[in-house]
């Protein structure tokens, strides 16, 4: 059974930084695709990032392009979203999802797997 655990959000100040981690336990799979999703109150989920290991591609929102780094730690099974020049409007809950399998591309697909979330908040 695949679990997905979050750590590594907080309240930053405008323009700070954080490191979310996501690591990832039960499976030992080749091809996945893995994804940051976020959602603030209120709001609909949108996806944040995601990379697709059959190529190594990453995608960014267009929000988050310039600012927001995903990679990866292949040998600790972990994910991370490096996130600099927060802003408020980057306040949400982060969430880490995965899909196993083959994929070309990991934009706009379903996600199998999710963790319980972790806070950010951004705020004076």
């Known amino acids: 059974q695949v679990q997905l655990v979050e750590s590594g959000g907080g309240l930053v100040q405008p323009g700070g930084s954080l490191r979310l981690s996501c690591v990832a336990s039960?499976?030992?799979?080749?091809?996945?695709?893995i994804g940051w999703f976020r959602q603030a109150p209120g709001k609909e989920r949108e996806g944040v990032s995601c990379?697709?290991?059959?190529?190594?591609?990453?995608n960014y929102a267009d929000s988050v392009k310039g600012r927001f780094t995903i990679s990866t730690d292949n040998a600790k099974n972990t994910v991370y979203l490096q996130m600099n020049r927060l802003k408020p409007e980057d306040t949400a809950v982060y969430y880490c999802?995965?899909?196993?399998?083959?994929?070309?591309?990991?934009?706009?697909?379903?996600?199998?797997?999710w963790g319980q979330g972790t806070q950010v908040t951004v705020s004076s």
């Open positions: 999802a995965l899909s196993k399998g083959w994929y070309s591309r990991c934009a706009d697909q379903t996600y199998g797997y």
């Open positions: 039960g499976f030992t799979l080749e091809y996945y695709i």
């Open positions: 990379l697709t290991s059959s190529s190594g591609s990453r």
